[in-house]
């Protein structure tokens, strides 16, 4: 998985034809979702990325299918493909890009790719010989540990008041540790921040965070939560109205190596792993958030306004469209 709604496949050693298999993938999936999707099929993950846009554009003669090799003169296509349109391009990049006099894609396919290394590193070397049929980046089949965890969020109203703010960041430490567990990590370090809306120029501002350390890395979401609440009493301040805050875990450990003090002699430990294990069977098995800590539904005026939000038709079976004939 690339992100939520893309993904690359590796059609190395597969016999069949690949645009037609492609096909079947994209007639499956709108059966079973009714999410039209297109695929492009290229040699690098660069150009599959592009193959993927002209599909979506309908440059394609099969349909929401593109593949690249099929392409008679790719080069006349890469050079009608701006920049910033090629994956790892930013826009400062692109601006840069073209100050030394490359314009385009095809451009950038026919630099030296050592040279533009010494401007812009690495990654930019890896993109050139990734337009040029040379695969230089992987195919990640698990995705690689994440180094930092944050759950933030922006309250549906400004909040004044102590306990408000308590039951957002004891929320956000709860999800937090949800999160670690769910990827067998831990974490040493947590950082909680609040901070007033930059753009409310009629209310004096404040921001502030508070980082508290832990003995050994943990993921009990009773730690993660006095911590967070230890550190908003020292960062709160009355007479402010408050637009967000969150939890930061800067520093995680994955949890089969954890480091314990000399003094740990694990039994405590022990029962802290067999109460989060239970606690997250309960909520998988009875619905998500079925138990939760007092102190997190203490207030809810801090949640985000869904009046609006559109039905879950694809993932709850409760919200499934329904439709009288």
Known sequence: MYSIDECFLDFTGMPQNLADYSLEICSVVKQWTGIPISIGIAPTKTLSKLANRLAKLGHSRMGPVLDWRTIADTDAVLQTIALDDIWGISRRWKDKLIQIGIPHALALKQSDPKQLRQHFGVVMERIVRELNGIS???????????????????????????????????????????????QQLTTQILTVFIHTSPFDTTNPQYSNSATIEF??????????????????????????????????????????????????????????????T????????????????????????????????????????????????
């Open 278 to 325: 239970a606690l997250d069977d309960i909520n998988r098995k009875h619905g998500k958030r079925s138990i939760r800590y007092a102190s997190e539904i203490i207030s809810k005026r801090w949640q985000m306004r869904q009046q609006f939000k559109s039905p879950s038709y694809t993932t709850n079976i409760k919200e499934l469209l329904t439709i009288q004939i």
């Open 136 to 182: 230089c980046i992987a195919l990640e089949e698990m995705p690689a540990p994440k180094k930092q965890i944050l759950t933030s969020r922006s309250f549906g109203e400004r909040l004044t008041d102590y306990e408000d703010l308590r039951a957002a960041v004891t929320h956000f430490a709860c999800r937090s540790a949800e999160k670690c567990r769910q």
């Open 215 to 276: 003995d050994r890395p943990t993921s009990d979401t009773s730690q993660l939560i006095a911590a967070a609440q230890q550190g908003l009493k020292r960062i709160f301040r009355r007479g402010f109205s408050y637009q967000r805050a969150g939890i930061l875990l800067p520093d995680l450990w994955s949890a089969n190596v954890s480091q314990w003090s000399l003094f740990d002699n694990g039994e405590s430990n022990q029962r802290s792993d067999q109460l989060m």
